[in-house]
């Protein structure tokens, strides 16, 4: 009999088998409850590190575009007060009528002058100045300023028919537009621009 007692007596496995036996399942689901969190988590903190990173890095490629334009454009306004200089030395070139060119004392000078203004104009063009000189282009408000409109029955409307001061570019910027008379078709005559061409 006490054998028969000693089998029916419960053994530590099956107080296992009862109510307490639900809890390493609820654990489970709690845990993979969890993981779940932190894997939203940490896709969320990598994505907003990502942005931060490529942030970064289009700053730093804005600044590095902004300190290569400083550096280009430094000389701007010395380039600027130059062109008055190289339009004088234009004027007095032209000012010196054609019989006298010839002649033993004004033909030095007028060649002198003719040399200032070449080696001014390469010395220009080796720091970035291009000269706009659109005759006969079509007119861009971008690069021209219209000084007057013309009547020119040989020249399509909106050409530019008379350049009075050429214009300079800095590495594709504009330093000066340049000043020029464009074509108009009809009977208009001279006087100050259309609005569509200033």
């Known amino acids: 009999m006490a054998d028969e007692r000693h089998r029916q007596k419960p053994g530590p496995k099956a107080a296992e088998s009862g109510p307490d036996a639900e809890m390493p399942a609820a654990e489970t689901v709690a845990d993979q409850a969890s993981l779940t969190a932190l894997q939203a988590e940490l896709a969320e903190t990598k994505d907003r590190l990502l942005r931060a990173v490529a942030e970064q890095q289009n700053i730093r490629l804005q600044m590095q575009r902004q300190c290569e334009d400083a550096v280009k454009f430094a000389a701007s306004q010395l380039m600027g007060d130059l062109l008055d200089t190289l ?104 006087g100050p621009p259309r609005d569509d061409l200033a």
């Open 87 to 190: 339009d004088n030395l234009r004027r007095a070139i032209e000012s010196v009528p054609s019989e006298a060119s010839g002649h033993d004392v004004v033909n030095p000078l007028l060649k002198g002058v003719e040399a200032t203004e070449s080696n001014l104009l390469a010395t220009l063009a080796r720091h970035g100045v291009q000269r706009i000189d659109p005759l006969g282009q079509a007119f861009d408000p971008h690069h021209h300023h219209a000084i007057f409109q013309r009547p020119d029955a040989t020249a399509a409307e909106g050409t530019v028919v008379e350049v009075l001061q050429p214009g300079y570019m800095l590495h594709g910027r504009v330093l000066r537009p340049a000043m020029v008379g464009v074509a108009v078709r009809g009977s208009q005559h001279g």
